[in-house]
């Protein structure tokens, strides 16, 4: 086991390291900017580095002040937690070269999984069922006319060096390709200087369902089962539940096993996630893979009792994983809401002090935060206050106990979005379990 | 409570093996907390803090700067995360002594990040007050390294 772990990252996921390594008698180190000073990552770290000045571009994403902070410190590995250098191939070979553990998958894992387009053309490989599209982009409308043929409509046009919704159009007929083609390559180019764009099958309101699997570096791999994360508001995800209610216990097998050569074919070690649409009539097409420890991971920990950061510590520094694919098993239901510091009508951000915290307790009830009383919010990272996650013996008791968390929750001083997901949690569809990666949209224009 | 005060009380803690000191003084509360020995220079914590004053200066600088800055001392902070050398090389003559006079663009000390030497040159000219941090000792971002008098 690492005697020393630094954590390259901030906020409530930096505590979750922190805690994870204090509970495996690992010391910890971890690096802020001047914004953070008074952060609770700093505080309960047994050792800090400021890194530089707020912007993150100047501290958080600069390698060589990291990896300076890992010298000076005579650290033995770094977990990079998720965003800033976490899915950074180049950062991780860095790493390598200076003899520090990255405590995650190889970097040509990361490569591989970051570059989306060969990610699908590998997973079809595998056979694992992709979208229907074009492979490469498109260079002209007759090219166009010819693959929207074979892919059939509703079909979508995207930006190849893009996301975030930008470059992208929906055509739902042959005749407005050429236009659809003309705006979304202009968009592209405007937004990522690049104005290449492919085709895909559009799936007009699926369910965004990832599969969480493990990989030891001896080659042993599981999947945890899934999560269900269609709750997103311009494709940031807001509330996630463990296990979905659109899956079967056959449906769940084979989108593991799917999953779990996806990862096998990337050489891939460590926690990861592949993602994953589901259609309503339960087929399901490989989109990406997430090469980090994502952001609602406790949904997973809590539904089957696996701690993910301890366990990627674990694989990190060689040992065998325990896990077995049949000692993996899901107990109950868990469900997990973003609170971020933004307005809870227009989310719009709210930095500032929190001049009251009351975060709920009780059965079935965990808090992931980095708030505290008298904190202030610095404005130049993410607006994520805390996760607030929960158990049940069913999906059932999970959101009664939900509703009364986010009812005793106190978070004063700045805008969050409590009682947005108050309004989530009391709506027919998502209590009869019924949502899709338009429900949010549905909802917001039911007034 | 002044610098000579701090450095007067770390000696102490480390003299007792004190781990954790807390002072009160004239409206004043200072938390020092020590590191092991090769991290002294993790954060003194200033309560009640002043918000815009902990995000001006670096969290790792001594709690008398603010007053040292008042007096018209201007700070010279690392640019980067490394180790502090005050000479070319062990043995050597340091670079400036504690009441050297320095021009603009004047090497004042080394700091070594990932196998690479980088000089840090004064930004002004004056005259060293204080150098605030030892030889080989590890140091952060925005940490105050010197003091100059503006000459």
């Given at each position: 086991m690492f005697s020393k772990i630094l954590i390259a990252n901030r906020g409530e996921i930096a505590v979750r390291v922190i805690r994870a390594c204090r509970e495996l008698g690992v010391r910890t180190v971890a690096v802020y900017s001047q914004a953070d000073a008074d952060a609770l990552h700093v505080q309960l770290a047994d050792e800090a580095v400021c890194i530089g000045p707020p912007p993150a571009s100047q501290s958080y994403l600069q390698i060589a002040r990291i990896m300076s902070a890992a010298e000076i410190t005579g650290t033995e590995a770094i977990h990079p937690g998720y965003g800033f250098l976490a899915e950074n191939a180049h950062f991780a070979e860095v790493c390598e070269?200076?003899?520090?553990?990255?405590?995650?998958?190889?970097?040509?894992?990361?490569?591989?999984?970051?570059?989306?387009?060969?990610?699908?053309?590998?997973?079809?490989?595998?056979?694992?069922?992709?979208?229907?599209?074009?492979?490469?982009?498109?260079?002209?409308?007759?090219?166009?006319?010819?693959?929207?043929?074979?892919?059939?409509?509703?079909?979508i046009i995207k930006a190849s060096a893009g996301g975030g919704g930008k470059g992208m159009r929906v055509v739902s007929e042959p005749e407005a390709i050429e236009s659809g083609l003309a705006m979304a390559g202009a968009e592209a180019a405007a937004a990522f200087g690049n104005a290449a764009v492919y085709l895909e099958r559009f799936l007009p309101d699926p369910r965004h369902v990832e599969i969480q699997v493990v990989l030891d570096a001896g080659g042993r791999g599981i999947h945890l089962g899934e999560r269900d994360c269609s709750i997103q508001r311009r494709h940031q995800k807001l509330l996630e539940e463990s296990p979905s209610p659109a899956l079967t216990p056959v449906l769940r097998g084979a989108m593991g096993e799917a999953a779990l050569r996806v990862a096998?074919?990337?050489?891939?070690?460590?926690?990861?996630?592949?993602e994953f649409l589901l259609d309503g009539d339960g087929h399901f097409y490989f989109m990406e893979m997430n090469t980090r420890i994502q952001v609602e991971h406790p949904v997973t920990e809590m539904v089957t009792g696996v701690d993910l950061v301890k366990t990627q510590?674990?694989?990190?520094?060689?040992?065998?994983?325990?896990?077995?694919?049949?000692?993996?098993?899901?107990?109950?239901?868990?469900?997990?809401?973003?609170?971020?510091?933004?307005?809870?009508?227009?989310?719009?951000?709210?930095?500032?002090?929190?001049?009251?915290?009351?975060?709920?307790?009780?059965?079935?009830?965990?808090v992931d935060s980095h708030a505290y009383v008298g904190y202030v919010i610095p404005p130049f990272y993410d607006s994520l206050v805390a996760k607030l996650i929960a158990h049940g013996h069913d999906r059932g008791e999970a959101i009664g106990r939900m509703q009364r968390a986010l009812d005793e929750a106190i978070v004063e001083g700045i805008q969050t979005t409590i009682p947005f997901h108050q309004k989530i949690l009391r709506h027919p569809e998502f209590l009869a379990g019924r949502t899709s990666t338009r429900f949010v949209e549905r909802m917001l224009s039911e007034h | 409570m002044d610098l000579k005060e701090l450095k007067a009380l770390l000696r102490l803690m480390?003299?007792?093996?004190?781990?954790?000191?807390?002072?009160?003084?004239?409206?004043?509360?200072?938390?020092?907390?020590?590191?092991?020995?090769?991290?002294?220079?993790?954060?003194?914590?200033?309560?009640?803090?002043?918000?815009?004053?902990?995000?001006?200066?670096?969290a790792a600088a001594p709690v008398a700067l603010p007053a040292a800055e008042g007096a018209g001392l201007i700070p010279v902070e690392s640019p980067m995360v490394g180790t502090f050398y005050r000479a070319p090389a062990p043995g050597a003559e340091p670079y400036v002594k504690e009441g050297n006079l320095v021009e603009k663009g004047t090497v004042l000390c080394i700091i070594e990040a990932m196998k690479l030497m980088n000089e840090i040159e004064a930004e002004v000219?004056?005259?060293?007050?204080?150098?605030?941090?030892?030889?080989?000792?590890?140091v952060e971002f925005g940490q105050t390294l010197f003091l100059l008098e503006p000459a």
């Open positions: 070269a200076c003899g520090i553990r990255f405590i995650g998958p190889p970097s040509q894992s990361i490569q591989l999984m970051g570059d989306k387009a060969a990610a699908r053309r590998m997973a079809a490989t595998q056979g694992v069922p992709v979208l229907p599209g074009s492979q490469e982009p498109v260079h002209d409308l007759e090219e166009a006319q010819r693959i929207a043929e074979e892919i059939g409509f509703p079909l096998r074919a990337a050489g891939y070690q460590n926690a990861g996630t592949v510590i674990r694989i990190a520094a060689g040992e065998p994983m325990q896990l077995t694919q049949v000692g993996v098993i899901v107990q109950g239901h868990s469900l997990e809401c973003r609170i971020n510091a933004e307005d809870p009508d227009r989310f719009l951000p709210s930095p500032g002090k929190l001049s009251n915290v009351r975060f709920p307790g009780g059965p079935g009830i965990r | 480390e003299g007792n093996d004190v781990e954790e000191l807390e002072v009160e003084e004239g409206g004043r509360r200072v938390r020092i907390r020590r590191r092991t020995a090769a991290m002294p220079m993790t954060a003194p914590a200033v309560l009640p803090a002043a918000a815009g004053a902990r995000s001006a200066t670096a000219r004056g005259r060293i007050a204080k150098i605030l941090v030892e030889n080989a000792q590890p």
